[in-house]
C-alpha cells in the first residue's frame, strides 16, 4: 500500500493534530479541522502531499459534565490498528541522551474523487523505549513543558527521519503552526558543515582548549525547502522553551549559538525557528497576516484565507441537492456561488432532512 505513494517527490505537510474522522481524537479544535480539511483537499486534486501527525493514542480528553456542572476530562483512547496499518520502519531520536525509538502507523484519506493521501502516524509505544518514552505520543497537548518539547522532537526530527526511512523523496516541508519547527533543526543537521579547521585544532577533532570546533549549516537551502502557515495572532498561542531544557533534551543536536540566533536568545520560541527557516510564510486570513506582521517586524507574512473542505461539512441532503443543481460542486466550491439558482423549496426541504438526521 505504501508502494503507490513513494514514485513521485512529495510535500511532506506536518501538523501536531489533524482530524481523520469524528472517531478518531488526533485533533482538539480548529488547527487539527483546517489540517485534516487540506489534506481531504489535497486527496481531490490528487496532489503529491503526505501527512506527518502524533498518532495520539489517548487523543486530547473526553469531557464529562457531572450535576453541580463541572467539567471533568478523561483520556480518549483509540486503538490506530482500528483504522491504520502499522509500517515496518523504526528509527530512533536521542531525547536526554538516550535513544527514543519511533514507529509509523499509514492512514489513508480516500476521495470521493478518487484521490488518496497517505498520513503517517508517529507512534512511540514500542516495547525498545521506557515506559516514560512510550508515553510522549500519547496525549494530545499533554504534560508539561518537557512533554511537549518531547513530542515537538518526535515531530519534526522524528518525522524527516522516518520519512527518509520510508522511501519518500520529499520536495518541500509545510509547518502548520510552530509545533513542528524543529523539522528545521534537522534539515539544519542534514546540511552541516565544517567551513574552516580551527587553527591549533588537533588531529582528533577538538581544539586545544576542549571546545569542539566550529560548525557551519547551509540554511539558505533549508529555508528554500520549507514553507510555514502561523495560524494564532497571540503570543501565549507560541511555544516557548527554556534553553535549559533545550539543551538537556537536545543531546548535541544543534550548534547552540546557531539555535539562539534562528530561535530567539531568551528561550527558544519556535514560531520564531519557522519564521527564519521558511522562504514563504502565510497567515490564514488578510488580518490575521497583518497583525502577523506586527507581532513580528521584517518578516513577509501573506494571507491566505481558512478553508473547509465542502463535501465533508455538507450534510448528505445537500450533497444530492447540489449534485442536480450545481455539478462539480465538490471540486469547486466556487460554483456554490450558483446556489442562488436552487429552488427555495428544495432548500427549505433538504434543510428539514439534515435538521432531522442530527436530531
Same mark, same amino acid.
Given at each position: 500500500?505504501?508502494?503507490?505513494?513513494?514514485?513521485?517527490?512529495?510535500?511532506?505537510?506536518?501538523?501536531?493534530?489533524?482530524?481523520?474522522?469524528?472517531?478518531?481524537?488526533?485533533?482538539?479544535?480548529?488547527?487539527?479541522?483546517?489540517?485534516?480539511?487540506?489534506?481531504?483537499?489535497?486527496?481531490?486534486?490528487?496532489?503529491?502531499?503526505?501527512?506527518?501527525?502524533?498518532?495520539?493514542?489517548?487523543?486530547?480528553?473526553?469531557?464529562?459534565?457531572?450535576?453541580?456542572?463541572?467539567?471533568?476530562?478523561?483520556?480518549?483512547?483509540?486503538?490506530?490498528?482500528?483504522?491504520?496499518?502499522?509500517?515496518?520502519?523504526?528509527?530512533?531520536?536521542?531525547?536526554?541522551?538516550?535513544?527514543?525509538?519511533?514507529?509509523?502507523?499509514?492512514?489513508?484519506?480516500?476521495?470521493?474523487?478518487?484521490?488518496?493521501?497517505?498520513?503517517?502516524?508517529?507512534?512511540?509505544?514500542?516495547?525498545?523505549?521506557?515506559?516514560?518514552?512510550?508515553?510522549?505520543?500519547?496525549?494530545?497537548?499533554?504534560?508539561?513543558?518537557?512533554?511537549?518539547?518531547?513530542?515537538?522532537?518526535?515531530?519534526?526530527?522524528?518525522?524527516?527521519?522516518?520519512?527518509?526511512?520510508?522511501?519518500?523523496?520529499?520536495?518541500?516541508?509545510?509547518?502548520?503552526?510552530?509545533?513542528?519547527?524543529?523539522?528545521?533543526? $534537522? =534539515? /539544519?543537521? +542534514?546540511?552541516?558543515?565544517? *567551513?574552516?579547521?580551527?587553527?591549533? #585544532?588537533?588531529?582528533?577533532?577538538?581544539?586545544?582548549?576542549?571546545?569542539?570546533?566550529?560548525?557551519?549549516?547551509?540554511?539558505?537551502?533549508?529555508?528554500?525547502?520549507?514553507?510555514?502557515?502561523?495560524?494564532?495572532?497571540?503570543?501565549?498561542?507560541?511555544?516557548?522553551?527554556?534553553?535549559?531544557?533545550?539543551?538537556?533534551?537536545?543531546?548535541?543536536?544543534?550548534?547552540?549559538?546557531?539555535?539562539?540566533?534562528?530561535?530567539?536568545?531568551?528561550?527558544?520560541?519556535?514560531?520564531?525557528?519557522?519564521?527564519?527557516?521558511?522562504?514563504?510564510?502565510?497567515?490564514?486570513?488578510?488580518?490575521?497576516?497583518?497583525?502577523?506582521?506586527?507581532?513580528?517586524?521584517?518578516?513577509?507574512?501573506?494571507?491566505?484565507?481558512?478553508?473547509?473542505?465542502?463535501?465533508?461539512?455538507?450534510?448528505?441532503?445537500?450533497?444530492?441537492?447540489?449534485?442536480?443543481?450545481?455539478?462539480?460542486?465538490?471540486?469547486?466550491? $466556487? =460554483? /456554490?456561488? +450558483?446556489?442562488?439558482?436552487? *429552488?427555495?423549496?428544495?432548500?427549505? #426541504?433538504?434543510?428539514?432532512?439534515?435538521?432531522?438526521?442530527?436530531?
Amino acid at each position: 500500500m505504501l508502494g503507490e505513494f513513494l514514485h513521485e517527490p512529495r510535500v511532506a505537510y506536518f501538523s501536531m493534530e489533524v482530524a481523520l474522522r469524528s472517531d478518531i481524537p488526533t485533533y482538539s479544535g480548529g488547527l487539527g479541522i483546517l489540517a485534516g480539511d487540506t489534506l481531504r483537499s489535497s486527496a481531490d486534486l490528487a496532489l503529491p502531499l503526505v501527512g506527518v501527525s502524533l498518532v495520539s493514542r489517548a487523543g486530547y480528553f473526553k469531557q464529562t459534565i457531572d450535576a453541580d456542572g463541572r467539567q471533568h476530562e478523561q483520556p480518549a483512547y483509540w486503538d490506530p490498528e482500528s483504522a491504520a496499518r502499522r509500517l515496518d520502519a523504526k528509527i530512533a531520536v536521542r531525547i536526554e541522551g538516550r535513544a527514543v525509538w519511533i514507529g509509523a502507523w499509514l492512514f489513508v484519506l480516500q476521495s470521493d474523487l478518487g484521490g488518496r493521501a497517505p498520513i503517517i502516524l508517529l507512534d512511540t509505544d514500542l516495547e525498545e523505549n521506557r515506559r516514560e518514552d512510550r508515553e510522549i505520543t500519547h496525549y494530545l497537548y499533554g504534560g508539561d513543558e518537557a512533554y511537549r518539547l518531547k513530542q515537538e522532537m518526535v515531530l519534526g526530527i522524528g518525522g524527516v527521519r522516518l520519512l527518509h526511512a520510508l522511501g519518500f523523496e520529499i520536495s518541500t516541508y509545510h509547518m502548520n503552526e510552530g509545533h513542528s519547527a524543529l523539522l528545521g533543526v $534537522e =534539515l /539544519l543537521r +542534514r546540511r552541516a558543515y565544517q *567551513p574552516v579547521q580551527p587553527r591549533g #585544532q588537533t588531529p582528533g577533532g577538538q581544539t586545544p582548549g576542549g571546545l569542539t570546533p566550529y560548525v557551519s549549516y547551509d540554511i539558505p537551502s533549508v529555508r528554500a525547502l520549507c514553507r510555514f502557515t502561523t495560524h494564532t495572532p497571540l503570543e501565549v498561542a507560541h511555544d516557548h522553551f527554556s534553553y535549559d531544557l533545550v539543551t538537556r533534551l537536545f543531546d548535541d543536536l544543534i550548534d547552540m549559538q546557531t539555535l539562539r540566533s534562528l530561535a530567539g536568545d531568551d528561550n527558544l520560541n519556535t514560531t520564531r525557528l519557522a519564521l527564519n527557516l521558511s522562504e514563504f510564510v502565510n497567515g490564514v486570513g488578510s488580518r490575521h497576516a497583518e497583525v502577523a506582521r506586527q507581532m513580528f517586524p521584517g518578516y513577509q507574512v501573506r494571507a491566505i484565507s481558512n478553508g473547509v473542505h465542502p463535501y465533508t461539512w455538507a450534510a448528505s441532503s445537500f450533497h444530492d441537492l447540489y449534485n442536480r443543481y450545481v455539478p462539480g460542486w465538490c471540486h469547486e466550491p $466556487e =460554483l /456554490l456561488m +450558483r446556489a442562488y439558482s436552487i *429552488p427555495s423549496v428544495e432548500i427549505a #426541504q433538504a434543510h428539514a432532512a439534515a435538521k432531522r438526521t442530527l436530531i
